[in-house]
């Protein structure tokens, strides 16, 4: 028995290690399990708290590092929360690593490994960012964009995306790390990042606001003065310094951008600074009344001081920017016009949407030839004057387009008839000032589209004319009114020729008939009655001797 045991004890460890030598190796898609965590518990709308559970190993660094982007938010109103912010940041870096120790067991495969590599470097990557450790941040983040790149090369397109995704996410926490180290070449790619698709999201979006702040900050030091329309002006506020040196490089960038809705964005994101910039300036002319009396006296007769024609610069910027603006979003709108609509569900744009944006920029329009200064512009009065054409002409085509589709001819045909006389006056008023329409849609592409659609539309009437014509026959058709009833009326009726035609209506209806007479005698009325006098008794004649002949019979 002890040697069987024995035999036991020894061949166990063989039987186990045999099973052990079965080729069995563990995967966890460890990206996809953060992404798929992170969309399902509040990340999708900025809720870092949410996103605090507990799943072993991997789910603690992604809770020590929510809470950390939690600490973030709020680290701009409580600066104190900085130092927990580190201390969970290095928490979320801790648990990586020890992550990556447990996948360096063989049953791991080989994929896994190197995404639990990738996390960790990223997490690190991450600590040393916040400590503005820029060289290890910026080696941490490129072995972790290496590492995804690998990864992304080996699997197909479907595969790959998330991986893609990391590495954009990434790259600009890269450039900003190589723009503090030294690197002066950085600080173009990060503003390309940052005008076309945001610079990222979460630590990364405020550090590169504030880099190109700063950038900004310091060329806008030895900016002095502007020059708009022939009048030089000093800028002496900052944030009017800093938003002017912008401006070029945000119009590029719009005029750069892939789809309309990076466009817009950018759009949004011009006329937002512009505004803080007009109300830094609006305050500035307030403080600043006495002394802006003061020029006004020393100034030439009918100018405006330096910081009022300043204001109008900027207005004129936000007001132009808006009619740019609408008319991207208008040019947008006409495409889809054109297109057919494959689902009869969905709403399509109208030509309502395009006449409510072309009301905005006439308004906007009007605004510019009042700003200050420009009162003895002639040529920017005649410039406001022409777009102004070009503009009420399209708006108009709208307004034509809109009574087409309710069928209301006349009307349509009548605004056609005004966007050419508005195009003529553009053409007209367009030889001496032909720079002012490089930037206006192009009126000989409307004159061409008018003229189409009035010859449609004059289709469109004519057809519709015969069509009101025959809808009252074809209802006189389906009409089972008896021959008999509709004498007056002619009317082609096939079945007045077929086997039975609909000549009266048999039976005929039930009608109403008086009933019964009654008889009353009228004549009685009218009939004398002989007198009665004789056979009635007379009172009072006779006395006694009449009483007893009565009794003893002898009158009688």
């Given amino acids: 028995m002890a040697a069987e045991r024995q035999n036991e004890v020894k061949i166990s460890p063989v039987e186990e290690n045999k099973e052990n030598s079965i080729d069995e190796s563990l995967g966890v898609e460890i990206l996809q399990i953060i992404k798929d965590s992170q969309q399902q518990h509040g990340l999708r709308h900025g ?34 929360k900085r130092f927990h912010l580190l201390a969970r940041l290095r928490k979320a870096a801790k648990h990586g690593e020890q992550l990556e120790k447990l996948c360096e067991s063989p049953r791991v495969d080989a994929k896994t490994k190197l995404e639990a590599q990738a996390y960790t470097a990223y997490l690190t990557g991450m600590v040393q960012f916040e400590l503005q450790e820029w ?4 080696e941490a983040f490129n072995k972790c964009k290496t590492i995804y790149e690998k990864l992304a090369s080996a699997f197909t397109e479907e595969q790959a995306v998330l991986f893609y995704q990391r590495v954009e996410e990434i790259s600009p926490n890269i450039r900003y790390c190589a723009y503090n180290i030294g690197d002066q070449n950085a600080i173009n790619d990060l503003m390309q990042m940052r005008l076309s698709a945001g610079g990222g999201g979460g630590m990364m979006a405020e550090k590169l606001e504030a880099l190109i702040t700063q950038t900004r900050a310091k060329q806008a030091a030895v900016m002095s003065e502007v020059e708009w329309r022939g009048r030089t002006v ?18 590029a960038a719009i005029t750069q951008a892939d789809n309309e809705e990076t466009k817009e964005r950018l759009y949004e994101s011009l006329l937002a600074e512009c ?34 024609y300043l204001h109008s610069y900027l207005t004129y910027i936000k007001l132009w920017t808006v009619v740019k603006r609408n008319e991207s979003m208008a040019h947008a709108l006409q495409t889809k016009l054109k297109e ?28 510019l030839s009042s700003l200050q200064g420009l009162e003895e512009d002639h040529t920017f009065q005649k410039e406001v004057a022409l777009k102004t054409l070009v503009y009420k002409a399209y708006r108009c085509f709208y307004i034509a387009q809109s009574y087409v589709l309710v069928k209301k001819w006349s009307e349509a045909l009548v605004l056609y008839e005004r966007v050419l006389k508005y195009t003529r006056e553009v053409q007209s008023k367009a030889k001496s000032l032909n720079n002012s329409l490089k930037d206006l849609p192009d009126v000989q592409e409307l004159i061409a589209e008018v003229n189409a659609e009035k010859y449609s539309l004059q289709a469109a009437a004519i057809l519709d004319t015969d069509d009101v014509a025959e809808v009252p026959t074809q209802q006189q058709i389906k009409d089972n009114t008896p021959l008999s009833d509709r004498l007056e009326n002619f009317r082609l009726d096939p079945t007045l020729l ?7 209506q048999f039976p005929p209806d039930f009608q109403p008939i008086p009933c019964k007479p009654l008889f009353f005698d009228l004549a009685l009325n ?18 006694i001797t009449g009483y007893f002949r009565g009794f003893f019979g002898f009158g009688s």
């Fill in 275 to 308: 505004r803080d910039t007009i109300q830094a300036v609006r305050e500035e002319l307030r403080t600043d009344a006495k002394q802006r009396e003061r020029a006004t006296e020393g100034a030439e007769s009918g100018k405006v001081s330096n910081l009022q």
């Fill in 135 to 138: 060289k290890s941040a910026m």
């Fill in 47 to 80: 809720d870092y708290q949410r996103y605090r559970h507990l799943l072993l190993v991997l789910m603690e660094a992604e809770r020590a590092w929510s809470y950390a982007m939690q600490l973030k938010q709020e680290a701009n109103t409580e600066p104190r």
């Fill in 234 to 251: 000093p800028v002496k506020i900052d944030k009017a310094r800093i938003f002017l040196l912008g401006l070029a490089d945000n119009e």
């Fill in 340 to 367: 057919p609509q494959t689902d009869e569900n969905k709403r399509g744009p109208r030509p309502q949407d395009l006449i409510r944006l072309y009301d905005i920029i006439l308004q906007s329009l009007a605004e």
């Fill in 526 to 543: 009218h009939v004398a009655f002989p007198p009665l006098d004789d056979k009635v008794e007379q009172k009072g004649k006779g006395g």
């Fill in 498 to 504: 077929s086997k039975q035609p609909n000549l009266v």
